[in-house]
């Protein structure tokens, strides 16, 4: 019988005090935040914002066979061979027309004019937030499908404009969201297709742009509504905290996490601080 991976889960009262330096770091630059979809996922009930929600979405749509159900990649990938492309598009964009409005966390981070910022999942909150501020810009991973060009990623300003990647140097915040977004241009990475080639080359880093290789160098990560319960998810967080600080930190609730989770916070090295999600935002609100 296989045993589940040992992890030390700090004490309450420690895992606050260590986030309050994590809050007070994040607040100089040295930490990143990398955002999952749960911590959005309260803002809009009809957003599908996790992985299993976006699988149940797509079943109400298209009739699935048994083995595409209740996973949201190989869901994508059967309507993309079985209708088109463009019906994935249109479900995509339809699983995100209504807004997910920035939390106070969102809001928080986009006033810090942080290097960095990972978001991890295909709403627009971030980009809401950073709106009210200046000097930011974002930069999309995309699929190749039907592009014919080799490009992993697209750059755009502020107002949703699509521009050079020389631009981005000059940004004090890059807002990073590898799997796509809604917003400006409806860019999704979400069928097995899409995930191929980036899968296949990730390991040698060619499909992370170079500006985010710059600005995580040094830096630590936080991980914040962040699930690792998937090997695609598990995969992309592996590979954008390489080649970064050894010291991560995770927002966690040990209750829920998989043996796999288990086993990936161990192998990476991941701090997980057990503290409910409305209570570390209130920390790293008041940092």
């Known amino acids: ?70 996973n949201v990649w190989a869901s994508a990938q059967y309507i993309e061979s079985n209708k088109h492309r463009s019906t994935v598009t249109a479900l995509m964009v339809q699983a995100f027309a209504a807004p997910v409005e920035p939390m106070p966390l969102h809001h928080h981070l986009a006033a810090l004019s942080l290097p960095l910022i990972v978001d991890a999942w295909y709403d627009s909150a971030m980009r809401t937030a950073l709106c009210k501020h200046e000097g930011w810009g974002e930069v999309q991973g995309i699929t190749r499908a039907g592009i014919c060009e080799e490009r992993w990623y697209r750059f755009y300003n502020a107002e949703g404009r699509e521009i050079d990647r020389a631009a981005a140097q000059s940004w004090t915040t890059v807002l990073y969201k590898p799997h796509g977004s809604v917003l400006p241009a409806r860019n999704f990475l979400i069928s097995d297709a899409d995930y191929v080639e980036v899968l296949t080359e990730i390991d040698i880093q060619a499909p992370i742009p170079d500006v985010v290789k710059e600005r995580r160098s040094g830096r630590s990560f936080l991980f914040i509504g962040c699930r690792f319960n998937d090997q695609l998810l598990r995969t992309y967080a592996r590979q954008l905290i390489k080649r970064s600080s050894g010291v991560h930190y995770t927002i966690v609730e040990p209750g829920v996490l998989s043996r796999n989770e288990l086993r990936f916070l161990v192998e990476q090295g991941l701090t997980p601080l057990a503290i409910p999600l409305p209570r570390a935002t209130a920390i790293l609100l008041a940092a």
């Open 1 to 70: 019988m296989k045993t589940l991976p040992q992890i030390d889960f700090v004490d309450a009262a420690d895992a606050e005090a260590i986030l309050t330096d994590v809050a007070n770091r994040l607040r100089s630059g040295s930490i990143v935040p990398y955002l999952g979809p749960g911590l959005a996922g309260s803002s809009n009930p009809d957003a599908p914002m996790n992985p299993e929600t976006l699988a149940a979405f797509f079943a109400t749509k298209v009739a699935l066979p048994r083995r595409a159900k209740c």
